[in-house]
């Protein structure tokens, strides 16, 4: 079974940028869909993007322009390139394995915290 680990949160001002990254253990996630997904305050938990195992992408709408996840199989790891951050951005980030290309996750990081300050 995969374990992943989200890093890279933090406390940036407005208009800055951030990298999240996700290291995956206990197998290759090569042939993994995977996505990040994120948790504001008192909010459901949604999606940010996902990317196929082919290197494809799909955003949320929030997320298009902004953000760009990538990833590097032969270093078992995920990343969210987020630029352009907004306050409305502050939220617990995590990485999941996807069942299927921008599908339901499967298995989850414990998250990382972004807060972006006014």
């Known amino acids: 079974q995969v374990h992943l680990v989200e890093s890279g949160g933090g406390l940036v001002q407005a208009g800055a940028s951030l990298r999240l990254s996700c290291a995956a253990s206990?197998?290759?996630?090569?042939?993994?869909?995977l996505g990040w997904f994120r948790q504001a305050p008192g909010k459901e938990r949604e999606l940010v993007g996902s990317?196929?195992?082919?290197?494809?992408?799909v955003y949320a709408d929030f997320a298009k322009g902004r953000f760009t996840i990538s990833r590097d199989n032969a270093k078992n790891l995920m990343y969210l390139q987020m630029n352009s951050l907004k306050p409305e951005d502050t939220a617990d980030y995590y990485c999941?394995?996807?069942?299927?290309?921008?599908?339901?996750?499967?298995?989850w990081g414990q998250g990382t915290q972004v807060v972006v300050s006014s």
């Open positions: 990317i196929h195992t082919g290197g494809q992408t």
């Open positions: 206990g197998r290759t996630f090569s042939g993994d869909f």
């Open positions: 999941a394995t996807q069942a299927g290309y921008n599908g339901p996750a499967v298995i």
